[in-house]
């Protein structure tokens, strides 16, 4: 490693995650971006009782207590909406949309926040200033004249509970059941996967369990830079010496060792804490494998102890034991190392840890579900811990770490191409309306209807669609081909930019930004990942005095889409509250919804699991049966690789906020490819030099050209890139086959010298 040349902006960060690091980054960002005034403002109402829901990620609060709960990534998140800065119509007049569009999309959302309703005009190729009025006659007119089923509705999971079901009640209202969202992208396989096995499709456990587990295994997710609140949580569990255990291609700096900038002691001695246990650098796409190790592992032991599955537990609450131990059986030993990358002896350690333990967590992320067997994996995770019976006891549970901060609220109330019948008939109910019964697209499908030319508008409610899935080779020319596309949005992203023959930018309020109606300020409410509804409350003045809700704007399409409405749409805008007692009404679990918001932290969610209750078909759990091991695409080829599309430290989502990627020591650029030092040498390559990347899959060799290789510890075998850039080699179709999740983390590629080569 000595002897490495030297590469531009690469250089080896050998710090903690977390510390003075991170404090000085907040400083960086709240000083790039906001008034050194309202700052304070923003941030101290962050999280608070009375103040607004971190729009960084969906990892949940102690009673959203009053010690201000510090975030590098939350920081960022609220000063980047907060940001002084605004897109103004000189700026647009003098910028035609074709030359936006050379911009970068860290340049396209650095502009700042959009201030008024924009309309594309092609004859001068500018985005201009409509009115609200004109904007919403326009959608309603498209609307009326095509049928309901060519139009697609998009979410993005930022959106509040009150929105998202005043939008899905406008669309079924309409007529159809198209919810692409960003779920599709995202937890799918978990919301498919664990109804299968637990009856329900969300996690188990609360944060009090984690106070009371004795292990924890965190598998395929980031949580320094993706749930950094969480470090908060897992640093306390490792200084409890609860053994936390890692399954991870890559070696990410704050499962390795974190200091908590929230510990006075830890920073003003610059030490650290030792967050994983043992650390397992499993290949990209070999977990199920991984998990199939342990469960097998725990079998043999099972047939020399008789005392390491808890019998009466699959014998009362499940269904499907035996099957899934003869697959195990039938399984061999030596396919599994083959396909994880992991040994008999490792598995074989993790399982005698797991066995030891009395209340077992799993915590898992994106490396989990976007694969083509996402779906299985989950279930194989849900299978391992009913074989110790850890469900509906203190301190275990399964910890699916969902996305944006309110991904799960949106599909609570309704945001779903497959709703169940019940749902319907209640909504109809309700409304007096009847709601179309055919199913509708999710995400990928409603593109592929894009591509095809058959679904004509698109309708997004936040997010960047184009950009956040895969193929834009494809997916760019088919959004310019629409007859509508419509962005509610508080920044300028580059799916706004692919413009339809009419294109409207409606700009909304953020989370951060006082909402007020005619009954006064309103508050809105979201679910994070353990199922706790709260209330949120922005404190901020508005951008622009121009802004509306994105409740008024979903309000003002249905009033213009459906003049003859039996839904009186302006009377759930005045007060937010009507909009949760009919979510109250029409969704379980929401019994005195208002009310219960009142109370600090709010209300969970029924989760019957936590009970040993198993809303099933048969109401059982279920020990669910995949005989594969690892993806379809067997890599039959030493040089065929699997890539790893992820996020970097500076970034959420297709939102950058700067080009660092500071704990794996990517500094002021983003074109790289992580690379297993031994690896590298088998294939000729040195630190520094440049590859192409082609997409090794029978019907597509998409390439990314002139990217950088870099050494890094990550397991042999994988390799990974930045995610949105690397998404030019993943086709649409290359995705879960049961969940319909795009595989972002296990794309069979591989490596050529580019033609011209510099370091
Ligand atoms: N600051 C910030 N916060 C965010 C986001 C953000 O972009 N920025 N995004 C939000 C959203 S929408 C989401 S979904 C979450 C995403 O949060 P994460 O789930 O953490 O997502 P990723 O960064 O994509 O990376 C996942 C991790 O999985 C590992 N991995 C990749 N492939 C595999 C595999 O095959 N097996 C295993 N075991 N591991 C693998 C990678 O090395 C990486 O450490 O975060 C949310 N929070
Ligand atoms: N290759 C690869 N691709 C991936 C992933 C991956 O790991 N690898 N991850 C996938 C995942 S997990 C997800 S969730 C998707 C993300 O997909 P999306 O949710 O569609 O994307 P975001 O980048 O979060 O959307 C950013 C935009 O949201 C808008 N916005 C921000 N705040 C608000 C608000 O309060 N209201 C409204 N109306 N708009 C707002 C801004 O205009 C901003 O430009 O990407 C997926 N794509
Ligand atoms: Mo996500």
């Given at each position: 490693m000595s002897t490495k040349r030297h590469v531009p902006g690469i250089h080896p960060y050998n710090g903690p995650a977390g510390g003075w690091g991170a404090l000085k980054a907040t400083a960086i960002a709240v000083k790039t971006q906001m008034d050194t005034l309202v700052a304070p403002k923003a941030l101290l109402n962050t999280n608070q009782p009375d103040g607004f829901d971190c729009p960084g990620c969906a990892w949940p609060d102690k009673?959203?207590?009053?010690?201000?709960?510090?975030?590098?990534?939350?920081?960022?998140?609220?000063?980047?909406?907060?940001?002084?800065?605004?897109?103004?119509?000189?700026?647009?007049s003098k910028t035609p949309v074709s030359t936006l569009l050379t911009r970068s999309d860290y340049e396209l959302e650095g502009y700042g926040r959009l201030t008024q309703p924009l309309r594309y005009n092609a004859a001068t190729d500018t985005l201009q200033p409509a009115s609200w009025e004109?904007?919403?006659?326009?959608?309603g007119d498209t609307l009326q004249g095509i049928p309901p089923e060519q139009a697609e509705f998009y979410t993005s999971g930022r959106t509040s509970n009150e929105a998202a079901y005043l939008y899905q009640l406008m669309v079924r209202e309409y007529g159809c059941n198209n919810f692409p969202d960003c779920s599709n992208m995202c937890h799918e396989a978990t919301s498919v996967g664990l109804p299968h096995s637990i009856g329900i499709g969300k996690g188990t456990v609360s944060l009090e369990d984690f106070d009371k587990t004795e292990l924890i295994i965190s598998i395929g997710h980031n949580p320094g830079t993706n749930h950094p609140r969480m470090m908060g949580t897992l640093h306390e569990a490792a200084r409890r010496n609860v053994p936390i255990i890692v399954f991870n291609?890559?070696?990410?700096?704050?499962?390795?060792?974190?200091?908590?900038?929230?510990?006075?002691?830890?920073?003003?001695?610059?030490?650290?804490?030792?967050?994983?246990?043992?650390?397992?650098?499993?290949?990209?796409?070999g977990d199920a494998a991984a998990l199939k190790g342990i469960a097998k592992a725990l079998l043999e032991a099972e047939a020399?102890?008789?005392?390491?599955?808890?019998?009466?537990?699959?014998?009362?609450?499940?269904?499907?034991?035996?099957?899934?131990?003869?697959?195990?059986?039938?399984?061999?030993?030596?396919?599994?190392e083959q396909a994880s990358g992991l040994s008999v002896e490792q598995l074989t350690r993790v399982a005698e840890h797991y066995a030891n333990s009395k209340a077992t967590i799993i915590t898992y992320g994106m490396g989990i579900t976007q694969h083509e067997h996402g779906t299985e994996n989950v279930q194989l995770i849900a299978s391992l811990l009913l074989m110790r019976g850890n469900f509906g006891k203190a301190g275990a549970g399964i910890c699916p770490l969902r996305g944006h901060s309110n991904v799960q609220g949106n599909r609570t109330v309704g945001i779903s191409e497959k709703p169940t019948e019940r749902f319907l008939q209640d909504l109809d109910h309700f409304f007096g309306i009847r709601s179309p019964r055919e199913h509708g697209h999710d995400a990928a499908a409603a593109m592929e209807a894009i591509i095809r030319g058959e679904s004509k508008a698109l309708i997004c409610l936040g997010g960047n669609f184009a950009v956040a899935l895969p193929d834009p080779q494809h997916c760019f020319p088919a959004l310019k081909a629409l007859e509508l596309s419509v962005h509610i949005a508080t920044k300028l992203n580059r799916s706004h930019l692919l413009v339809a023959k009419e294109t409207l930018i409606l700009p909304c309020l953020g989370r951060t930004e006082i909402d007020r109606q005619v009954t006064g300020p309103q508050s809105i409410t979201v679910e994070d990942s353990m199922s706790m509804v709260h209330a949120s409350a922005g404190k901020l003045k508005p951008a622009s005095p121009a802004l509306l809700s994105e409740i008024a704007i979903v309000a003002g399409i249905a009033q213009a889409t459906l003049p003859h409405s039996r839904v009186n749409y302006a009377y759930y805008v005045e007060d937010y509250a009507r909009i949760r007692d009919a979510i109250e009404a029409t969704i379980p679990g929401f019994t005195q919804y208002n009310h219960r918001i009142e109370q600090p932290g709010g209300f969970r969610m029924p989760l019957p699991p936590t009970q040993r209750q198993w809303p099933t078909p048969s109401g059982r759990a279920h020990f669910m049966v995949y005989p594969g091991l690892n993806e379809d695409h067997a890599l039959t080829e030493q040089r065929v690789f699997r890539l790893i599309t992820l996020r970097s430290h500076d970034q959420y989502n297709t939102t950058l906020y700067g080009l660092d990627d500071r704990y794996r020591g990517v500094f002021g650029r983003r074109d790289v490819l992580f690379m297993n030092p031994e690896d590298m040498s088998e294939q000729g390559l040195e630190h520094g030099d440049m590859v192409d990347i082609v997409t090794a899959l029978p019907d597509c060799q998409a390439k990314m050209k002139q990217i950088t290789v870099i050494e890094y510890a990550i397991a042999k075998g994988s390799v990974g890139a930045y995610y949105p850039e690397a998404n030019i080699l993943i086709p649409l179709s290359y995705r879960d086959q049961q969940s319909g999740t795009p595989a972002y983390k296990s794309l069979p590629v591989t490596l050529l010298a580019s033609a011209t080569e510099t370091a």
């Open positions: 009673n959203h207590h009053s010690t201000f709960q510090f975030c590098e990534n939350g920081a960022k998140a609220v000063t980047w909406e907060a940001t002084s800065r605004r897109v103004t119509a000189e700026f647009l004109q904007a919403f006659s326009l959608i291609p890559m070696k990410e700096r704050a499962l390795e060792r974190f200091a908590d900038p929230q510990n006075p002691l830890e920073m003003a001695t610059y030490q650290s804490t030792d967050i994983a246990s043992s650390y397992y650098q499993v290949k990209a796409g020399i102890n008789q005392d390491v599955l808890d019998h009466p537990f699959i014998e009362e609450h499940t269904l499907g034991f035996e099957e899934f131990a003869d697959d195990l059986r039938a399984t061999s030993w030596q396919a599994i």
